[in-house]
């Protein structure tokens, strides 16, 4: 049983509080029965796999713990990322809060068919933060990492000043959107196949939290094109090319 502060996993673990020795090592931890169990279930191997008053002293996991209440279990895990595809995916740039990274990953996970593609300057999807708010999805489903210019298929990008709502658009489809105050680069809006906006009460806020907006563009995606029409349906409004 580890008994000293010194020892290498537990040293280890500190340096991977940092992502600068996250991408280096390209290593991360996942910390809770129930994020280790979601690894286990994905086929993930950990490296490294602490178990409280097993494996190691408890005040000693506690100290390197990222949870407040300390942890009973904690796993090293090697990086992954997906490949691009799928029919619908989602694709992030500029979202600086690990917590909507993580968030948006469980949301496409439980969404769509794609990964989550991340562009410039989002946080760190394997930071301990963003692994919690995903809730074991980073596993089932790694991210990928490409630029907006690498992605394929029909690129919808949300923007509060488009003309018309999300609707059906031809696939592959990848739902693109950006931090929650800059919204995507007015360069890659230029560049978008389509643009689109979410429409918000009157008098409500300005805008939605990006996972909460990821969430209602990836259902429309997913379910406008099986919906029927009929006489009695009003027929799907088509987002507005922005060239």
């Not at 994020?35 to 002293?57: I, M, N, T």
């Not at 008098?203 to 939290?209: I, K």
Request: aromatic content about 4%; some cysteine; hydrophobic content about 40%.
């Amino acid at each position: 049983m580890i008994s000293s502060p010194d020892n290498q996993h537990l040293k280890t673990i500190r340096k991977l509080a940092d992502r600068r020795w996250r991408e280096k090592l390209d290593l991360f931890t996942a910390e809770g029965e129930d994020l280790v169990e979601a690894a286990e279930r994905a086929g993930w191997e950990p490296e490294v796999l602490l178990v409280s008053g097993e494996d190691v002293d408890p005040p000693l996991l506690d100290e390197v713990s990222s949870l407040g209440s300390g942890t009973r279990v904690l796993g090293i895990y090697r990086r992954r990322f997906s490949g691009l595809g799928g029919e619908v995916s989602l694709y992030l740039q500029g979202v600086h809060d690990p917590g909507n990274v993580g968030t948006v990953i469980r949301t496409a996970h439980a969404l769509c068919d794609g990964p989550v593609t991340l562009g410039p300057d989002c946080a760190d999807p394997f930071s301990p933060k963003a692994v919690r708010a995903s809730m074991g999805s980073i596993f089932a489903r790694p991210p990928a990492q490409a630029g907006f210019g690498e992605l394929g298929g029909t690129r919808v990008a949300l923007d509060s000043r488009a003309s018309h709502p999300c609707g059906d658009v031809p696939r592959p489809a990848v739902l693109c959107l950006g931090g929650e105050r800059e919204g995507l680069p007015d360069d890659v809006l230029a560049k978008a196949d389509v643009t689109a906006r979410i429409p918000l009460r009157e008098g409500g806020p300005e805008s939605l939290n990006v996972a909460a907006a990821a969430a209602i563009g990836l259902y429309e995606l997913r379910t406008c094109a099986a919906r029927p029409t009929n006489a009695g349906a009003a027929p799907l409004r088509r987002m507005a090319d922005r060239g």
